[in-house]
């Protein structure tokens, strides 16, 4: 644990990358194999069920701190961060642990099912045994994820380093689901084993945003368009008669959108589809406000299946036949995905045919292929980047978020990468607002109030204008804009609510955000999709800001069907 | 009603019966004035009563100034009110006010610390009745080691930094932090280098206190002679021009700010260091005790959440508005160096 304290200590000490990569390989060289595994795991948000739930650890840092359970909340507020309030104002001692961070996270899952009385008396040991770092990562091992700026990414080039081995195969290693309770080094990282690639997807192919004009990349018959679709981006997995939904997030989620189940009876062994996972109530491409309502559910309810159901518009094909075939050319990947749809259509599947032949035989109805929520999403070329942008300008029509260019003969490469896919979204809609609220930020930025509430003109019933809260964005200004304001935002304080504080309203925002949408779960009865602040608008005073008439007009008639 | 001995108006702390005004925000006739920060001497007063030792600091900052200094515990008496001066501990010349009249007694604190820091002289408690104290750093969470702990760690982090053949940048306020550092900087590892704001601060106390020799990072100066050495230099010089010339090296800031890690990387600073010129909340709550007050005024800093514990401890403790900065003081790294 103290090689794991001072690891984390040295990452979260540093801003500049190499040293980060220095400290993380010299950290793989050293610690042992368990708890190289967990720190693997902990880094790739793969941490144990949390033994403790907040609202306890709360309760009994202020009682060991002798503090008023407020007064605790208090400083959480200011700190920002759960684990280091604990840290902080729990009593100091100049102690520190001999023991392992395997032997730490062992005890902590043995923790959870014990009774609140040992929970307690195992936290209050352990707070004051240890020295004030390692009782800040002991406490954030038990609260949840370390946010200190480093990637998986960042993470698999040290193990790389440190392992001699290479750091696309790692990456793929380190995917899918793996425990590292039972999981050892050497299973995990050194060996190789064909079997456990049963589920494991590959890393995704990430595009930048274009920020040249598209004229920079050169011949246009070079490259196939296609519009951005906005949903959640995925991997399809079969192999071996099993269906494997990976998100971007590298989350397992086949459960959560059961309707793909089917696509094992019409998609053959060996095939991997990376696409997009839409909604698709009555028959069009929903909003992703659609799709929020089936995030986050594990099971889902028959009616929220027949309400949103969903869709998987396929982008390429990564494996084929059981072969990775992400080094051909997009174009030839393509012709192989077009090709699987022309099959799925016409042909049935032998290993499917029995249970087909049954059905029939029983009088059941032959499955209609047609409703297979699965589409392909549509290559386009065009003789010039003016056509290109042309059918940009239809995407909010189309209800995508612009286009992504990418060339034909490109690889299917790891991670975000420059040159080869490019994603030209079309330009964020626009609202100039008041800001309302502020609260202070987290992590970086707790100590500032960066976080905050905008509000448009409406009319209440009197007639009279009032400001109606739309969105909240804590994203878009630089350092410097977000210093003054926080200066003043604590000279111009309305009143406190908890963290929050309602200010004057002075100060107008152009407020940016990709997606609008009839909604009743906010006060506005809008929701906007990815909110933040283009620019301060110290031109214009409160009363040149927008209404929310203003905002309702942007909504596209399709969206306002609901 | 008779109205309290001091009073927060829109210029600042007042005694209406000797008219006269306490670190006032806005110019005024008479002001006494506990130490040398922009925020708590401003321009523009037409007296300034304060310590012997914080005429030098306020000539220095604010030019051509008319001052009347008195030493510890001397008592000087405008309008029947009994007025006299307490060291502070903040920074050198720090005081709190103590004011009298009819056996009513009042403190202002000012900024203070209660660690000894060897350069200012120490805090000493005062009884009063009602006291007016800063809490800017009134939360459980702030808890400062002791300041050897803390200087052997930025000797040892100047070392290190030294053996990678890097230099040294070590933040801190031009007046009050920067002396307190370089005073224990340890000369057997190098020279020390400073920052022009901070060699002028400097030249002004070296009078009052013996410091070690400072070299002034001039257009002359070469990255190479810095190398291995440390440059003191005030937070306002953090990411600029001045700064970049100096590569290779590695930034740490001293500040109580530094108890938050988001502070330090918020400001991309290598290393921070916990040190402060202000009272920690152990400090607070055992110098309050000690002064046997019954009210309690909270000024600038965490005062909302200090007075309200307070309250359930017991005390009568209210809030005013200031325009002290102890809470952004420190913070800002864009305010201009003389302000420090």
């Keep these: 644990m103290k090689r794991f304290a001072q690891l984390i200590k040295t990452l979260d000490s540093t801003n500049k990358t190499t040293v980060k990569v220095d400290a993380l390989t010299q950290y793989f060289l050293e610690a042992g194999d368990t708890d190289k595994v967990w720190t693997i795991a902990i880094l790739s948000h793969r941490r144990p069920p949390r033994p403790v739930n907040t609202t306890l650890l709360r309760e009994w840092a202020s009682e060991l701190a002798n503090i008023p359970l407020w007064l605790f909340e208090e400083s959480y507020h200011i700190v920002g961060d759960l684990a280091e309030t604990i840290a902080l104002v729990v009593p100091s001692l100049k102690s520190s642990t001999e023991k392992t961070l395997t032997q730490f996270l062992e005890e902590m899952i043995a923790l959870k099912k014990k009774s609140d009385h040992d929970k307690k008396q195992y936290l209050f040991e352990n707070w004051k045994e240890l020295d004030y770092y390692e009782r800040f990562v002991f406490t954030k091992l038990i609260t949840g994820g370390f946010r200190i700026g480093v990637s998986q990414k960042l993470m698999t080039r040290a193990l790389s380093k440190a392992t001699e081995i290479d750091e696309d195969i790692l990456a793929y290693k380190l995917m899918g689901n793996w425990d590292p309770n039972t999981i050892s080094f050497q299973q995990l990282v050194l060996e190789e084993h064909k079997s456990d690639y049963l589920s494991k997807p590959y890393p995704f192919y990430l595009a930048y945003a274009l920020e040249e004009v598209p004229e920079s990349l050169g011949d246009v018959n070079e490259w196939s368009m296609e519009h951005k679709w906005d949903g959640i981006r995925s991997q399809v997995i079969l192999r071996n008669d099993e269906i494997f939904v990976w998100s971007r997030g590298e989350e397992l989620v086949t459960d959560k959108y059961p309707e793909f189940e089917q696509f094992i009876s019409f998609i053959p062994n060996g095939t991997v589809i990376d696409g997009e996972i839409l909604p698709y109530p009555k028959g069009q491409i929903g909003t992703f406000n659609d799709l929020q309502k089936r995030i986050g559910r594990k099971s889902v309810s028959k009616s929220l299946l027949t309400k949103v159901p969903v869709i998987l518009k396929a982008y390429d094909l990564l494996e084929w036949q059981g072969t990775d075939i992400r080094q051909k050319p997009f174009s030839e990947r393509r012709q192989l995905l077009e090709a699987l749809f022309e099959t799925v259509a016409t042909t049935t599947l032998s290993h499917q045919k029995s249970k087909t032949t049954e059905q029939s035989e029983s009088g059941g109805t032959q499955r209609n292929r047609s409703d297979l929520p699965l589409q392909l999403s549509e290559t386009m070329q065009f003789d010039s980047w003016q056509e290109v942008a042309k059918e940009r300008e239809l995407s909010r029509e189309k209800h995508s978020e612009g286009l992504m260019l990418k060339k034909l003969d490109s690889p299917y490469l790891v991670g975000r990468k420059k040159g080869d896919w490019w994603k030209w979204k079309v330009d964020p809609l626009t609202i100039d607002a008041v800001l309302t609220y502020a609260m202070r930020g987290h992590g970086r930025r707790s100590n500032l109030f960066t976080d905050y509430t905008f509000a448009l003109w409406d009319e209440n019933e009197n007639g009279e204008r009032e400001l109606v809260t739309f969105a909240k964005a804590y994203s878009g200004l630089t350092d410097a804009e977000f210093r003054t304001l926080d200066a003043w935002i604590k000279k111009n304080t309305l009143e406190r609510f908890g963290p929050v504080r309602s200010v004057t309203p002075h100060h107008v925002f152009e407020i940016a955000f990709e997606g609008i949408a009839l909604s009743n779960r906010h006060k506005s009865g809008v929701a906007t999709r990815f909110p933040r602040m283009l620019r301060w608008r110290q031109d214009k005073n409160i009363h040149e800001a927008n209404s929310l008439g203003d905002l309702k007009a942007l909504i596209p008639n399709s969206a306002k069907a609901e | ?340």
Aim: hydrophobic letters at 35%; one cysteine or more; a neutral charge.
């Design chain 2, 1 to 340: 009603m008779k109205s309290p001995l001091l009073e927060f108006t829109d210029k600042g702390i007042y005694c209406e019966k000797a008219d006269v005004f306490l670190d006032p925000w806005k110019p005024v006739k008479k002001a006494i004035i506990t130490h040398g920060h922009a925020d708590h001497s401003r321009w523009g007063n037409k007296e300034y009563i304060t310590h012997h030792r914080n005429i030098p600091i306020i000539s220095h900052r604010l030019g051509d100034i008319k001052t009347t200094g008195f030493e510890w515990g001397e008592t000087f008496i405008i309008n029947n009110v009994k007025f006299s001066l307490h060291p502070a501990g903040h920074i050198i010349g720090a005081s709190q006010v103590r004011v009298e009249h009819k056996g009513e007694v009042w403190v202002f604190t000012g900024d203070y610390k209660t660690e000894d820091d060897g350069i200012s002289n120490p805090y000493e408690p005062v009884k009063c009745h009602t006291f007016i104290t800063e809490c800017t750093f009134g939360l459980p969470a702030f808890k400062w080691l002791p300041q050897k702990e803390v200087l052997a760690d930025i000797n040892d982090w100047w070392l290190e930094n030294k053996k990678e053949g890097k230099t040294s940048i070590l933040f801190g306020y031009s007046l009050g932090k920067a002396q307190r550092l370089l005073k224990y900087l340890d000369t057997d590892i190098g020279t020390i280098y400073t920052h022009g704001a901070i060699e002028n601060m400097t030249e002004v106390l070296r009078p009052l206190v013996s410091f070690p020799p400072t070299k002034l990072v001039t257009k002359e100066t070469t990255k190479k002679e810095l190398l291995g050495n440390i440059v003191l230099a005030p937070p306002s010089a953090h990411g600029s021009s001045w700064i970049r010339k100096m590569v290779p090296y590695v930034t740490a800031s001293a500040s109580g700010w530094m108890t938050f890690r988001g502070a330090r990387r918020r400001r991309a600073i290598d290393k921070g260091f916990v040190l402060s010129d202000h009272c920690d909340w152990q400090g607070l709550l055992s110098s309050i005790e000690a002064t046997g007050a019954e009210k309690v005024i909270c000024t600038h800093g965490y005062s909302d959440i200090f007075s309200r514990y307070l309250r359930e401890q017991g005390y009568d403790a209210r809030t005013e508005a200031t325009q002290y900065e102890g809470e952004q003081g420190e913070m800002e790294t864009s305010k201009s160096v003389s302000e420090s």
